[in-house]
C-alpha cells in the first residue's frame, strides 16, 4: 500500500523528515519498505520559460526545419532552429533555455545545449509536450495562449508539485 506524505499533512500535524515519519509508522505495526520522491512532471520545469516567437523564417540548409527569433524576457532575442510544423510568429511557446534538462515522456533526459543544425546557430529549444512530460503529444509544439509574458517559468503555468510515498507492507495480523 502507498501512503502520499501530503495526503498524511492534510489530517496530521506533522514537523517529522520523511525517515522519522517511516521509522515511527513500522514502529506501530506498519512495515515501511520503501520511500520514493514524486514530482508531477519530472524534472520540475526547471529552466523552461515562456518565449513569444518575434519572427520564424525558412532554415536556409533545411526542408523542415526553420529559423526563429525568440524574446524570453531577457532582453536579447534567442535565434532558435525549430523542426515543428506549427511554428510562426507571433506564437507564444515554451522555451527549455541552455543547461536545462528535460525529462521526455519516455523516459529520457534531454541536455540543452547551445549548437548548430545544417550551420545555423540555435539557442535553446521550442519544445512540444512529450518533451517536457506534459503530454504524449509530438505533432507540434505547445502554443499557448497570449496572455503570458515572456521570461514567466514554465511552473506557473503547469503547477509542478511534490511528494513523498511510502510503500507501506501490511503484515498479517498474528
Known amino acids: 500500500m502507498n501512503i502520499s506524505l ?8 506533522l514537523d517529522l523528515s520523511p525517515a522519522e515519519i517511516a521509522e515511527t509508522l513500522t514502529n506501530i505495526g506498519l512495515a515501511v519498505d520503501g520511500i520514493e520522491e514524486y514530482e508531477s512532471i519530472p524534472g520540475g520545469l526547471k529552466g523552461v520559460v515562456v518565449g ?3 519572427e520564424c523564417i525558412k532554415h536556409p540548409n ?19 532552429v525549430c523542426g515543428a510544423p506549427n511554428v510562426a510568429a507571433g506564437q507564444t511557446v515554451l522555451v527549455a533555455t541552455i543547461g536545462s534538462i528535460l525529462h521526455t515522456s ?12 545544417r550551420g545555423e546557430v540555435s539557442e535553446g529549444m521550442i519544445c512540444a509536450g512529450d518533451e517536457l512530460s506534459i ?11 497570449d496572455k ?10 503547469y503547477p509542478v508539485y511534490t511528494d513523498t510515498i511510502f510503500e507501506v507492507d501490511l503484515t498479517p495480523n498474528r
Not at 501530503?6 to 500535524?13: D, I, Q, S
Open 62 to 80: 533545411a526542408d523542415k526545419l526553420s529559423l526563429t527569433k525568440v524574446d524570453i524576457g531577457t532582453g536579447t532575442l534567442l535565434q532558435i
Open 106 to 117: 519516455k523516459g529520457e533526459k534531454l541536455e540543452i545545449k547551445k549548437g548548430k543544425l
Open 148 to 157: 503570458w509574458e515572456a521570461g514567466t517559468a514554465a511552473s506557473v503555468i
Open 135 to 145: 503530454n504524449d503529444d509530438h505533432s507540434g509544439i505547445i502554443v499557448l495562449e
Open 52 to 54: 513569444k516567437v518575434v
Open 6 to 13: 501530503n495526503w498524511l499533512k492534510e489530517y496530521l500535524l
